[in-house]
């Protein structure tokens, strides 16, 4: 059964750093890529980041998180992770890890339950 | 980066009756669209990619059909379990993007 749990939520300062891990289980991790999804409260959902397999290539949403956000795997510990810098008021939601489906990229197949950031002066 | 826009916002029917769901992209996506579920306090769910295919363990209730910019998820007869929010979602080029959702709630 494929388990995806993400930790590392929690109230953060306005400007500070937090790092968010998805451990995995119930699949070959690196075989596939992975993702980082959001909703901040009452809205929609938002795609952050995406990593291949191996943790070579990586995407990130363009506007909203490049070059404060940073993800990463640890394909010996089947671990994601998502590095968060500079946080702001916006960056407020639930960020859920989430498997890339094998027979069509850039779908999840899998969820985890997801994980509050909350940013606040 | 391309958008996707769903309609209606809000659908109100009752058990038993066809939904029918509308996203639209701002440019072709061709059949790289997928479909979600979400309850309050879930997780999505993947019910359909490749804008017609069911994924594992999804009733045949749910169906997909469209292409290039045009996109419709149909529930045939709504259970209760159905209500909730569906999201569209393209993976044709990066960024990957989501649509609004439509809330289909209980009429």
């Known amino acids: 059964e494929v388990q995806l749990l993400e930790s590392g939520g929690g109230l953060v300062q306005t400007g500070g750093s937090l790092r968010l891990s998805c451990a995995a289980s119930g699949f070959s991790f690196s075989n596939y890529a992975l993702n980082w999804v959001r909703q901040a409260p009452g809205k929609g959902l938002e795609w952050v980041s995406s990593i291949s397999g191996s943790g070579g290539t990586t995407y990130y949403a363009a506007d909203s998180v490049k070059g404060r956000f940073t993800i990463s795997r640890d394909n010996s510990k089947n671990t994601l992770f998502l590095q968060m810098n500079s946080l702001r008021a916006e960056d407020t939601a639930v960020y859920y890890c989430?498997?890339?489906?094998?027979?069509?990229?850039?779908?999840?197949?899998?969820w985890g339950q997801g994980t509050l950031v909350t940013v606040s002066s | 980066e391309i958008v996707l826009t769903q309609s209606p916002a809000t659908l109100s029917l009752s058990p038993g009756e066809r939904a029918t769901l509308s996203c639209r992209a701002s440019?072709?996506?061709?059949?790289?669209l997928a479909w979600y579920q979400q309850k309050p306090g879930q997780a999505p769910r993947l019910l359909i990619y490749d804008a017609s295919n069911r994924a594992t363990g999804i009733p045949a209730r749910f169906s997909g059909s469209g292409s290039g910019t045009d996109f419709t998820l149909t529930i045939s007869s709504l259970e209760p379990e159905d209500f909730a929010v569906y999201y569209c979602q393209q993976r044709s080029s990066w960024p990957l993007t989501f649509g609004g959702g439509t809330k289909v709630e209980i009429k």
């Open positions: 440019q072709s996506v061709s059949s790289s």
């Open positions: 989430a498997k890339m489906a094998g027979y069509s990229g850039g779908y999840s197949d899998y």
